[in-house]
């Protein structure tokens, strides 16, 4: 291969959040015109990297080099405008109600005696975009276009503003197969203009298909960059997950019985599919999958806080309805939310009004609430699961996040409830913390609560489940026991193999 | 947060303080207003905005606003008086009439609010638009006369040395907070102020207590209309014209947080009293009625700003 011009170059890369070290020494160089997929497993350390590169965040450590210049604290304005470092993110920053040439040039109109010069906006942007290989009617507003096209329209956007880096952060997510081709030819497009993509996807396949180098991340360390041509699938997967599982994981008591809840080929409008599983009384059942596979939305359906298209869903045998929370919790499914500060507690609340709070209706006589046997259920809840909290009247914003998630666990267990579903119960929480949780969670599963347990972590999934179950968009790819159960297997499912 | 916990009981003095240089300013500036006379006599004027800021907390609480109650106080006036006089109904009949037409407005109000989706601003600025022109029609924009004189004790009546408006006040006061701090409802109400959505992953039907919070406080517009009709003992229908504005300030001024979730009714009592008396003292100053629209609209935007800087502050 002949010698490639370098255009930008990270050098020592370091992030730091409190308590997790984001970003440890990232070295890596970006070649001119190339493009170089990024690949890891979900706080692998992908997003944050980007973020650094486009200026989003300042890195606490290490230099960058744009076209040979060091460049630092700058904007995501200044790596825009000033250095052609552009992204192209999930969400896009467009104006639906503007037309595709207005927003091209949004800040930066063509003018003709103080007023827009409509015509030649027009024409430029229909000739930047035939550059682009997609003949649209620049007259069109945005918010008329397929999400595709939107992308288009986006990606036209950074290259108007000559960008000699284009960032994708999961191009493809929202893209049908047919538009995903589109997608390719532009990249393939872009290349050939000289302008290097940087392609982040969880689709192995598309990084085979598309891309010159690859580099993995993994726990916030650049693990390999190579050229994609020299390696495998198999390769790829092994090296993202390739770790020590170093969690110890308590020992595993009671016994799984009859079946509890069944979901019967259940779908929703946005995103689930003909999805159909069993859980089991004194069952840990774990979901794996990548972000946005569906998991937390399958929850929700369950809880009725989405609604179902179609689909049955069997508890204790009998079919049922549940087109709301209240419903769901009248049949004894509690829900710990991913979000626990935005979904999970009242955070100006107090511990104890946070525990009762689905349960207000047991202690209350003559409408009023027992203020006495409010505290006396919530001092035995902070007993049984070790909440750490000075009283029952503390503001639940007060507690260590461990803390709060126990208090929401503790309103489902006031409330009776046999199944609960636990979204990242451990996201954001520490060590110590989280073998606590994980503790609870097989007390609750040796007295015969069901368990559905989402997770994003491998040891976690892999430690605490019975049965695996793992999504990959809106489907279920495959079911695991906890014998043949590994990261690659996993990880496959995970991305659709 | 140490600072935290520090904050809350330091809102409380702030009002607290507020309201003792308030009086003693007036005190010295003029010589009737700290005479018993007087301070009956603000606590009478103050009653009916005290009565609907009760109503208007448990929205605000919810994040929402209520802009309609002016309107609601009006059209329960010529309602009210109306079904006594035209109609010929008696006292007792004739008032729960009229507070359940304020309770439909309120139910009207939340629906559109919580089940189509109207933001409150604007369901409600439409209400008390469609109301005031409603209660000018009724009455053909002429006042309604002949009220019966038994009437009269519910907004001129005293017992002991105590107007019966104040009474009702102070009721409606530990009503109020009983509801909102030990029965359930009260509680989702505290919670739908901060977080709507963990309180329906709660499994609680949010969008019921959203109704009812309008309704609380076009019920007690209501009551309010109804004390103001027999204060004057004539259906006035241009009454509780730029109310809302009294009780809205009266509210934000008694620490509740205009997005929702905090503040308590012992707060609002002192920003019901904090209002009552400025608009009092400027009476007595002999302040034209131009300068106290000034005065209140610049008062209203002090209490937002200091709540729009603690929140500001905490994040």
Known sequence: MEKQEILLSAQGIVKRYPGVVALDHVDLDFYKGEIHAICGENGAGKSTFIKVLTGAIQPD????????????????????????????????????????AENLFLGKEIMKNRLLDRKTMNSEAKALLLSLGVDL??????????????????????????????????????????EVDKLFNLVHTLKAKGITVIYISHRLTEIFEL?????????GKKIVTMPTSSTTKNELIHIMVNRELSD???????????????????????????????????????????????????????????????????????????RHPKEAVAQRIGLIPEDRKQHGILSRLSVGENIAYSSFSKISRFCLIQMSLM????????????????????????????????????????????????????????????????????????QGKAIILISSEMNELLGMSDRILVMHEGVITGELSRAEATQDKVLRLASGE | MKIKTLEIPIKKF????????????????????????????????????????????????????????????????????????????????????????????????????????????ITTLAMMTLLRGLTYVLCDGLPVWGLPDSFRFLGQGYVGIIPVPVIIMFIIFIIGWVFLNRTKIGRYIYGLGGNREAVRLAGIRTKRVETGVFVISSFLSGLAGLI???????????????????????????????????????????????????????????????????IKGLVLLLAVTFDSLAKRKKS
């Not at chain 1, 126990?406 to 451990?426: G, M, N, Y």
């Not at chain 1, 929480?429 to 606590?436: H, L, N, P, S, T």
């Not at chain 2, 229908?237 to 012992?266: N, R």
């Open chain 2, 14 to 121: 702030a009002i607290l303080g507020v309201l003792c240089i308030l009086i003693a300013f007036f005190s010295i500036v003029t010589e009737s207003f700290l005479t018993t006379g007087n301070v009956l006599n603000i606590a009478r004027q103050v009653s009916m905005l005290g009565i609907s800021a009760v109503g208007m907390t448990c929205v605000i609480l919810t994040s929402g606003i209520d802009i309609s109650v002016g309107s609601v106080m009006g059209i329960t006036n010529i309602v009210g008086a109306l079904l006594m006089t035209k109609y010929g109904m008696p006292i007792l009949p004739a008032a729960l009439m009229t507070l359940v037409v304020a309770a439909a407005v309120g139910l009207v109000n939340g629906v559109f609010v919580s089940y189509i989706g109207v933001p409150a601003l």
């Open chain 1, 137 to 178: 009617d620049p007259n069109r507003p945005v918010g008329s276009l397929s999400v595709a096209y939107q992308q288009i329209v986006e990606i036209a956007k950074s290259t108007y503003q000559n960008a000699k880096l284009i960032i994708m952060d999961e191009p493809s997510a929202p893209l049908t197969i047919n």
């Open chain 1, 211 to 219: 891309s010159d180098r690859v580099t993995v991340f993994r726990d």
């Open chain 1, 248 to 322: 110890t994981f308590p020992t595993r008591k009671g016994e799984i019985a009859e079946p509890i809840l069944e979901v019967k080929n259940l779908s929703t409008a946005a995103l689930l599919q003909d999805i159909s599983f069993t859980l089991h009384k004194g069952e840990v059942l774990g979901f794996g999958g990548l972000v946005g596979a569906g998991r937390t939305e399958l929850a929700r359906a369950i809880y009725g806080a989405d609604p179902i298209t179609e689909g049955t869903i069997l508890i204790k045998g009998k079919e049922m309805r549940i």
């Open chain 1, 61 to 100: 450590a290490g230099r960058i080099e744009m076209e040979g210049i060091h460049r630092d604290n700058y904007t995501p304005h200044e790596a825009m405008f000033n250095y052609g470092i552009s992204a192209i993110y999930q969400e896009f920053y467009l104006i639906p109600a503007l037309t595709i």
């Open chain 1, 375 to 446: 505290n006396q259920s919530a001092l035995k809840m902070v007993k049984m699961l070790r909440i750490i909290t000075p009283n029952t009247h503390k503001r639940v914003q007060e507690l260590s996040g461990g803390n709060q998630q126990k208090v929401v666990l503790a309103r489902w267990l006031v409330s009776d409830c046999e199944i609960i579903l636990f979204d990242e119960p451990t996201r954001g929480i520490d060590v110590g913390a989280k073998q606590e949780i994980y503790e609870l969670i097989f007390e609750l599963a040796a």
């Open chain 2, 228 to 294: 103001m009709l027999s204060r004057i003992n004539t259906g006035q229908p241009k009454i509780g014209t730029a109310f809302e504005m009294d009780v809205i300030t009266a509210v934000v001024l008694g620490g509740v947080s205009v997005a929702g979730g905090a503040g308590s009714l012992i707060g609002v009592l002192l920003g019901v009293f904090i209002t009552g008396i400025l608009s009092n003292g400027m009476i007595l100053l002999d302040i034209s009625e131009y300068y106290q629209q000034i």
